[in-house]
């Protein structure tokens, strides 16, 4: 099985496979320049940005009502995130604020916490570069390091996040300026879909790991 989120990122990059036959329809197949084309592979910069934008968004919320749902008391949340959802509370002049946290009102702190955290980050989160996914995932899940599980052979954790952020960035200048400071190119799309893939292969399986570990059960 595989988590929702995969499976709409599964969904939503199908809109690149038809950007790709309206290519071939436009410049043909084979080797050599296509002329024509530059706003079709600007626009799969585009796709692919928003497909990984929304599976990070999806699989942070899923993820987080699963650890919500199933883990089997308070003392089992992430420190972090308890730290993250009772410093409002603990904020307050009143003192009767506390009693919040009594029975199940934890839960109820919790949800409150999950929807600040994702006004937060996600109301403004457009450039889902590493630094913001890593920020994201800690706060609300209390992941440590999300994108230090982005390494596969041939490719470093370190040189994961870079390729991911310079291709995010390239996505920026297109969507403000409406165009690059050089062309952009086919395979620049093709890459960028299969590092985005790897990402969310590896993603997936770091989050499942840490369910498992602060449940006791697997979310997928």
């Given at each position: ?8 990122f ?10 790709w ?18 706003v ?7 796709f692919?940005t928003?497909c990984?934008?929304?599976?990070i ?5 899923e ?9 089997p008391s ?9 730290d993250?959802?009772t ?5 307050q002049?009143?003192s009767?604020?506390?009693?919040k946290?009594a029975?199940n ?9 999950r ?7 996600l109301?403004?989160f ?9 920020k ?6 209390g ?19 870079e ?5 995010v960035?390239?996505r ?13 190119h ?10 985005a893939?790897r ?22």
């Amino acid at each position: 099985m595989q988590s929702n989120a995969k499976n709409r990122f599964d969904a939503n990059k199908r809109d690149i496979d038809e950007l790709w036959r309206i290519h071939e329809e436009v410049a043909g197949v084979g080797a050599g320049r296509k002329h024509g084309v530059d706003v079709l592979n600007r626009a799969a910069i585009v796709f692919v940005t928003a497909c990984w934008e929304s599976f990070i968004e999806d699989l942070a919320v899923e993820a987080f009502d699963f650890m919500l749902s199933n883990v089997p008391s308070a003392d089992k949340i992430p420190s972090k995130v308890r730290d993250q959802a009772t410093k409002p509370l603990f904020e307050q002049e009143d003192s009767r604020e506390v009693w919040k946290l009594a029975d199940n009102g934890w839960r109820a702190l919790l949800s409150s916490h999950r929807g600040s955290t994702l006004e937060k980050w996600l109301g403004h989160f457009h450039t889902p570069k590493t630094e913001q996914v890593d920020k994201l995932y800690e706060d609300l899940l209390g992941v440590k390091k999300l994108s230090s599980q982005w390494h596969w052979q041939g490719m470093s954790v370190a040189s994961a996040a870079e390729k991911l952020d310079e291709y995010v960035t390239i996505r920026g200048n297109i969507a403000h300026r409406t165009a690059h400071d050089e062309a952009v190119h086919k395979n620049w799309g093709t890459d960028f879909l299969r590092h985005a893939e790897r990402l969310v292969e590896k993603s997936e399986a770091a989050v499942n790991d840490h369910l498992m570990r602060v449940c006791k059960k697997a979310p997928w």
